[in-house]
């Protein structure tokens, strides 16, 4: 509790022995009847101002800065009000259960907030900087790019850097939500976050605080909420008209009714205070972004970060779910299966490789790294030149200066060479050298652990339409499209045709959520209801482009998402029909006189307290008890 | 420039009429008052910035004088 709420406390348990005293007291005395007048009032006016003095000091401020409909206000107009026609008791009550629930609401935003803080304890204290020989602490702000820092067993990486020193394992914890050690020695780059196991690492800098890991999730994670989902604008829209609209309903129910029926004014004041009390908005308010506050809280506790509530939301009417294959479905880590060289080539089977990883060697593509790999020899850059590479085609290059191409069956078409055409399971890969064919490499893609029954699992839980797309041939999709389940498939499409089959899918099933790997989909994943980008740890242009980030590759965090953002929703759904429905009825049952001002507390508080209760079932969600 | 600051809130809807009200001051280009994280992000105008800070304060007292930024 911080010192303010403490202070609260003490004032609410004051108050509340006075309060109590002077109710016994005044049974006992059957109502101070020995006593003239104002001695009561007096009395009661004791614990009325321990409780109440700030709300009416606030209130006297606010009115003065021209803030006419704040809560302060209102409660102390309506508890004066109730002074004023005698109900001494009901008013002090009033204002106690006020400061109660206020006291509540801050404490469990305040514990909410803080459970959300410690999922994503992350940020790092410090650094320490290696100055040659001797180290030194340091902010890690203070860190610059080439600097080089010490990582000692059992801290937290502050910068994302390369290892130049040293082996160990590191704990992903933090950032994926899934304790996996994962081994690092020199040579690799590693992200901040990350909590290191037994070894001491000296790591070089590759990026500065601001643009580590860390400080790029902290960052989301925080401006999430600023996102503001349609219920929350909804809500606060209403918000601004229902304050003034019920007060004025309040001075007319004190000014109309005993004029038109006449009778005595003090009834219809007390009706009028309920409207007073009802009239607060914050359990409204409050209720909807503490829910989705709870929702990405729990999702960035599986590792998974959502960018805005409105993202929230809209997963949760996702009906259909396309996913990219390679490094989504697939593991995008493709192995060389098969060298054929053609019939008429005199090639052998590890000179064709050779001829298409050199090629390929200078792109990124998963694709040049398995090729790499299956070659085994250092290649030689001055031998490649010209290079070209087209986008869902392959590339054209010069090697030793005579013409190589190496690419699929478009390539080859385009450019009249003419190929054997190769059947094999796999992604294929055409050679022609010198204008001649040379031969076929075969490349095989594993499926990741877990894509069949992340599929499995969506369509039990009401996804109509799962689709796989890729710009691989259609023999391979459809091995991986048999495997993992998925309803159809769309291959060999170029990038630029993936956003026209997604745009398709949307028009057909309506909400539609795009997982990708946030590299070489950027359009797909922006055109999507919801884009989902996968294995994103420290890549930013996945970060970037995607509406929720899976910091790993677990295709099965998917569902999870999808439930909580269901229950999410659910949830503010509740709060926003509880805490209006109870509004109105206690509104409609003050007006003709059924409800007290006690209820009319309840309807403000009580309402506010029950409504961050519900949301606060969020943080406690469990991905072991939704599977 | 771009700026984040901690800073007290005590309830929900002051944090939405204190955004507005820091909206309008003369030379903000974006302000945002959350009251989920505690924090006050304002964007202004560079050469002025520390006085349009300064006077975003004081609107965000105006109204909820309780309030606490940290600057």
Not at chain 1, 481 to 493: H, R
Request: charged residues 25%.
């Amino acid at each position: 509790m911080t010192k303010k709420q403490k202070k609260t406390l003490c004032r609410i348990a004051v108050s509340m022995i006075l309060y109590i005293i002077l109710l016994a007291a005044g049974r006992m005395t059957d109502g101070f009847s020995f006593a003239p007048r104002p001695v009561p009032l007096l009395l009661f006016l004791v614990p009325y101002l321990v409780i109440g003095h700030d709300i009416l000091w606030k209130a006297v401020r606010n009115i003065r800065n021209g803030q006419i409909f704040d809560e302060n206000f209102l409660m102390s107009v309506a508890t004066i009000a109730a002074f004023f026609i005698g109900e001494y008791s009901e008013s002090v009550a009033v204002m106690l259960f006020y400061q109660i629930g206020e006291l509540f609401q801050s404490y469990a935003v305040g514990k909410s907030r803080e459970s959300i803080a410690r999922m994503m304890e992350l940020a790092p204290e410090y650094a320490y900087l290696d100055l040659g020989g001797n180290v030194q602490e340091v902010d890690p702000e203070d860190v610059k790019v080439d600097d080089v820092i010490v990582v000692r067993p059992g801290e937290k990486v502050p910068l994302d850097g390369m290892v130049i020193e040293g082996d160990s394992f590191l704990d992903t914890v933090a950032l994926t939500g899934e304790s996996v050690p994962r081994r690092v020695g020199a040579g690799q780059e590693i992200q901040s976050g990350c909590v290191n196991g037994e070894g001491t690492l000296r790591v070089r800098v590759t990026k500065e605080y601001a643009d580590s890991t860390v400080a790029v999730i902290l960052e989301l994670v925080e401006n999430a909420s600023e996102k503001k989902a349609r219920l929350e604008n909804f809500i606060t829209r209403f918000a601004r008209y229902y304050t003034p609209i019920v007060t004025i309903g309040a001075m007319l129910l004190a000014v109309i009714p005993p004029l038109a029926l006449g009778g005595g004014f003090a009834v219809w004041i007390k009706r009028a205070c309920i409207f007073l009390i009802v009239s607060c908005p914050c359990a409204l308010v409050i209720s909807v972004p503490l829910g989705f506050f709870g929702g990405i809280g729990a999702a960035s506790r599986i590792g998974v970060l959502v960018k805005g509530s409105n993202y929230l939301e809209a997963l949760s009417r996702v009906r259909a779910f396309v996913f990219d294959k390679t490094g989504t479905i697939t593991r995008g880590e493709f192995r060389v299966l098969k060298s054929i060289p053609g019939k008429k080539a005199t090639i052998s089977e590890a000179g064709l490789i050779k001829l298409a990883a050199y090629a390929e060697g200078f792109s990124t593509h998963p694709i040049a790294r398995s090729l790499q790999e299956a070659c085994g020899e250092q290649l030689l850059i001055e031998r490649v030149t010209d290079v070209r590479e087209t986008a869902g085609r392959g590339v054209r290059c010069r090697f030793d200066g005579a013409e190589l191409l190496v690419g699929n069956s478009t390539l080859m078409f385009e450019e009249k060479i003419p190929y054997e055409r190769c059947d094999e399971a796999g992604t294929v890969l055409y050679v022609a050298f010198g204008g001649n064919y040379t031969g076929a490499v075969v490349l095989g893609d594993r499926i990741k652990e877990g894509a069949a029954e992340a599929v499995a699992s969506l369509k039990k839980k009401g996804i109509v339409q799962t689709v796989m797309l890729t710009g691989d041939r259609k023999e391979a999709a459809q091995r991986v499209s048999d495997e993992v389940g998925v309803d159809a498939f769309f291959a060999e499409l170029l990038p630029q045709d993936k956003v026209g089959c997604l745009e398709q899918m949307m028009e057909e099933s309506g909400q539609t959520a795009f997982v990708g790997d946030g590299i070489n989909d950027a359009p797909v994943l922006m055109r999507a209801d919801v884009g989902f980008a996968m294995g994103a740890m420290g890549s930013d242009a996945a970060i970037e482009a995607a509406d929720i980030v899976l910091m790993d590759d677990d295709m099965r965090k998917l569902p999870q998402t999808l439930v909580i953002a269901r229950q999410t929703v659910r949830i503010v759904r509740q709060n926003i029909v509880l805490a209006l429905g109870v509004k109105l009825a206690v509104l409609l049952l003050g007006a003709i006189g059924l409800a007290s001002m006690w209820a009319a507390v309840f309807a403000d508080v009580g309402v506010a307290v029950l409504a961050i209760t519900n949301s606060m079932r969020m943080l406690m969600w469990n991905p072991a008890k939704n599977p | 420039m771009k700026k984040k600051y901690k800073c007290e809130v005590d309830c929900a809807n002051c944090a939405a009429k204190m955004t507005e009200a820091v909206k309008k001051i003369d030379g903000v280009i974006d302000a945002n008052v959350n009251f989920m994280m505690q924090k006050f992000t304002i964007e202004a105008e560079d050469d002025r910035f520390d006085t349009i800070v300064a006077e975003a304060v004081k609107a965000m007292k105006k109204v909820e004088p309780d309030c606490v930024v940290e600057l």
